[in-house]
């Protein structure tokens, strides 16, 4: 496929942007199962070192497999944007081992010791354990606020000037609470702070972060994009491409954290199905909440989708759709909330999401085991919240294993 092609549809993005032909004529990606590159002679060794012939060294540096993976996120997340000279978006993207290991990287290649980082309340646990344990062990503090009230983020960037970086996670784990990207880069903007996103649950399909003139974007991979929960991965994009290139690019590498090629390739040609599977997950999302909120053993769903969800207008101003996460808590609390998850015979009992499959957590037992109780129930993560990835199996099963789940609940 030629490089000027422009695409009309996402799904040709995903299925063509990041494949380019490889020497052997092989119709999918290989997977370059190699640690290390050869060199015909010791000059060229030097010149791939010093940068000035492009190609391989070693695999922790990149890998043929990862960078199909990499462009192909990368024309995902730019799809039909323009930078500020109107030509087409550039980003750069390194693939990782798994979503921490890219936020790892995104930390500590902006942010050094006496930084802040600012943050919304409702994080994946792991990222909220990643910023208040080793990040602040390291002399970096977050400052948390509920960031869908702009006062309290420039109130937060008034009393903290040392606040660098301001990180968004929308929709957000568990309480898929949505915060408004285009305000907050307007104001981090104003005062000169770094932002960055983590577009896992909506995937570059439903949103786009860069269209509000953020820094970076990240992804747990593992999720969405995969799409078939058989590799964890993360990925860290970013639209500064010199600063990508030489900083970024350089601890990247000295992290170590990159991902590997069987890896790459299964993301790879999950991503293909990107569309066509986020399509059927959120036409079964929306029926799913419907159902819920309706269910006389539950007293509120959390889904964006529906009207009475508080974040209903900030994700319909930047989501193409709600997408395809919920929670939900049972009116009978933490022994009402047990007794559906072992009731389940089709859903699947699991952490993470994004899978073809609808797995169902309990976040304070699982995802946020780590974060205290007391914090917890700050985020609105009580003790009987159950969290649903809404998978693509026929929406009438699904709906027929919640009810049997639910009875006399
Ligand atoms: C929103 C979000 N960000 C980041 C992560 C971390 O990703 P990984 O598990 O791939 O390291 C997760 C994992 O669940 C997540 O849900």
């Not at 997408?323 to 699947?348: H, N, P, T, Y």
Request: proline share 3%.
């Amino acid at each position: 496929m030629s490089n000027d092609f422009s695409y009309n549809g996402i799904s040709s993005v995903a299925i063509h942007a990041g494949n380019k032909s490889f020497s052997d004529s092989s119709h999918l990606t290989p997977i370059y199962a190699t640690s290390t590159f050869t060199f015909d002679t010791a000059e060229q060794g030097m010149e791939r070192f010093s940068g000035k012939q492009e190609g391989y060294i070693y695999s922790r540096w990149g890998n043929p497999t990862f960078k199909v993976a990499e462009e192909t996120i990368a024309a995902l997340e730019a799809f039909k944007l323009k930078d500020e000279h109107g030509k087409p978006l550039q980003l750069k993207a390194f693939l990782h081992a798994s979503g921490q290991a890219a936020m790892t990287t995104l930390l500590m290649c902006n942010l050094k010791t006496g930084d802040k980082i600012l943050s919304h309340y409702s994080l994946y646990g792991g990222i909220h354990e990643l910023m208040h344990k080793v990040m602040h062990q390291n002399g970096i503090e977050p400052v948390i606020v509920d960031m869908r009230d702009l006062n309290k983020v420039e109130n937060a960037l008034q009393q903290h000037p040392e606040i660098k970086l301001i990180h968004i996670e929308t929709p957000a784990n568990p309480t898929i609470q949505c915060v408004d990207i285009e305000a907050i880069t307007k104001l981090a903007k104003q005062y000169n702070k770094i932002v960055s996103v983590d577009n896992t649950f909506a995937t570059p399909y439903l949103q786009q972060p860069f269209k509000y003139g953020v820094d970076f974007v990240m992804h747990s991979t593992t999720k969405f994009l995969n799409g078939h929960g058989t590799a964890i991965g993360g990925v860290l994009l970013g639209k500064d491409l010199a600063f990508m290139n030489d900083k970024a690019y350089k601890w990247y590498k000295l992290l170590g954290g990159n991902s590997n090629p069987f890896d790459a390739f299964l993301l790879i040609q999950g991503m293909k199905t990107l569309e066509i599977r986020m399509d059927r997950h959120c036409s079964n999302a929306v029926k799913v909440a419907d159902f819920l909120s309706q269910h006389k053993a539950i007293s509120h769903v959390n889904y964006n989708g529906l009207a009475s969800h508080p974040d209903h207008a900030v994700a319909e101003k930047q989501m193409k759709h709600p997408g395809a996460m919920m929670s939900f808590e049972l009116k009978g609390g933490l022994e009402a909330g047990k007794k559906f998850i072992d009731r389940l015979q089709m859903c699947v009992r699991a952490v993470s999401l994004g899978t073809v499959d609808t797995l169902v957590s309990h976040p304070a037992s699982m995802s946020h085991y780590g974060v205290s109780r007391e914090e917890r129930l700050q985020f609105g993560i009580t003790d009987g919240l159950i969290r649903m990835s809404t998978g693509m199996e026929n929406i009438e099963d699904i709906l027929q294993d919640l009810e049997q789940a639910l009875q006399d609940l």
